[in-house]
């Protein structure tokens, strides 16, 4: 499945690994998600997956999450563009 990142340091971390310290002991998490992610078809691929716990957030309008781990979450929203679906990968959060 296609997608963007809305915040450049998640880009950049994606692209570069820059910055990795600030997420500790989640790096490859995140690369793992992101792999599984770039490998779906579409956003009933990541429902299948019961290991992401992809789920909609509560009074967060459109945002969805799937962990990365215990603590962090990886929030996305699911757009639509003249190309098809793609995820916008919004941030990394701590959830703990």
Same mark, same amino acid.
């Given at each position: 499945?296609?997608?963007?990142f809305?915040?450049?340091?998640?880009?950049?971390?994606?692209?570069?690994?820059?910055?990795?310290?600030?997420y500790?002991?989640? =790096?490859?998490d995140?690369?793992?998600?992101?792999?599984? &992610?770039?490998?779906? @078809? $579409?956003?009933?691929?990541? !429902?299948? /997956?019961?290991?992401?716990?992809?789920?909609?957030?509560?009074?967060?309008?459109?945002?969805?999450? =799937?962990?990365?781990?215990?603590?962090?979450?990886?929030? &996305?929203?699911?757009? @639509? $563009?003249?190309?098809?679906? !793609?995820? /916008?990968?919004?941030?990394?959060?701590?959830?703990?």
């Amino acid at each position: 499945m296609r997608f963007e990142f809305k915040k450049k340091k998640i880009a950049a971390l994606y692209y570069e690994e820059k910055n990795a310290h600030k997420y500790p002991n989640v =790096v490859d998490d995140f690369f793992d998600v992101m792999s599984t &992610l770039d490998s779906a @078809e $579409d956003e009933r691929d990541l !429902y299948v /997956l019961k290991g992401l716990h992809f789920e909609k957030l509560k009074g967060r309008k459109g945002e969805r999450s =799937v962990r990365l781990n215990q603590q962090w979450r990886l929030i &996305l929203s699911i757009k @639509e $563009d003249k190309e098809g679906t !793609y995820l /916008l990968i919004i941030d990394i959060e701590d959830y703990h």
